[in-house]
């Protein structure tokens, strides 16, 4: 019996890996349970063949007014709801608990109970340690990731800017994305038409414009044309910048 938790069904780089592995586990046999908040159990078995069941996520603390009346009230509503959750786990007797993510999502899975337990840390702690919001210091973060297993980073990049910037838990170990081989086998067969008027070599990005993509140190570093495919927030602001972009 295996969680897997997330903040996100879909969405990214790391949904992404969540789609491809719980699309394998199920292949094999396992039984996977889904953990994400703000997701119903109609968009998980729409997403997934096969039978994969959703936890009802713990919710987020309120940001009432700090040592006010309501500010108590959330949190002795949450601290109780928190215990039961954990109680829930541990008579769930998940055999594996995977937080997928760094930050929040590891941090919900930290106390909880399973013969093993793994976490997830996808981002670039050098170049953006986001989740220090969550943690009261460094070495609070640090006692957090020592309560899973293992904690796989996805580069050894993504490993050495954890040490560099928090220091080493002692239970890192690099683990690259895993692919799905055969659809990536599929669609690169399929032909695509794209118009090129130019007479250089043209990149075309397919993802999110956002600044952890950091698109910017790429255009400087290959001075090339680049046309961006996204749906982003940030799109006015990035466009302004980087489409059409041609020297």
Known sequence: KILIANDLLTGGGVENVLYNMVRYLIKNGYDVTLMIPNCSQEEVSNLFEGNVKLYKAMRSVKPYKRLSILWFLDRTIYIIQRLFFLINIFFYKFDVLIALKEGPTMKGLADCYAKKKFAWIHTDYGYMHWTKHFFKSNEAELKCMGKYDKIVCVSNAARDSVVRTI?????????????????????????????????????????????????????????LFYFFVSKSKYNNDFYQFLIYNKK
């Open 167 to 223: 220091g080493d838990p002692g239970n890192l170990c690099v683990k690259y994305n895993p692919i799905d081989c055969s659809n990536i086998g599929s669609l690169s067969v399929k032909k695509i038409n794209v118009e090129n008027e130019y007479d250089h070599l043209v990149f075309i990005s397919v993802g999110r414009l956002t600044n952890q993509k950091n698109y910017k140190l790429k255009e400087e570093k290959y001075p």
